[in-house]
């Protein structure tokens, strides 16, 4: 069967399509990351950022969270969604991690 570029693009399209969209229903599944995880603690992860102890990770400043991080993935004004630092966990949008680096 001969196939066109046109019909190989249209149907590549929809193909993306529905890989975007698993993409998106495979992150609403993935579990949040708890506070005792043992990598949320060793970058002083917390779901509420403004509980961060400024003490101990002096690099915080009041305004950052993870939805203004780059490492962020979450859709904007989602309550939260994945981040680079925790592969296969969903975040706070409102926490905070020493990973943090502000978005561009």
């Given at each position: 069967m001969k196939t066109s570029r046109r019909s190989f693009l249209i149907s590549s399209v929809g193909v993306v399509s529905a890989l975007a969209l698993s993409?998106?229903?495979?992150a609403a599944d993935l579990p949040m990351l708890p506070e005792s995880d043992p990598t949320a603690q060793s970058l002083g992860y917390k779901a509420d950022a403004t509980k961060v102890d400024k003490a101990k990770y002096p690099k915080y400043a009041a305004g950052e969270h993870c939805a203004t991080c780059m490492l962020y993935q979450g859709k904007a004004g989602a309550a939260s969604g994945p981040c680079g630092a925790f592969p296969g966990k969903q975040v706070s949008a409102?926490?905070?991690c020493s990973a943090y680096?502000?978005?561009a």
């Open positions: 993409r998106e229903a495979l409102k926490g905070w680096s502000k978005k």
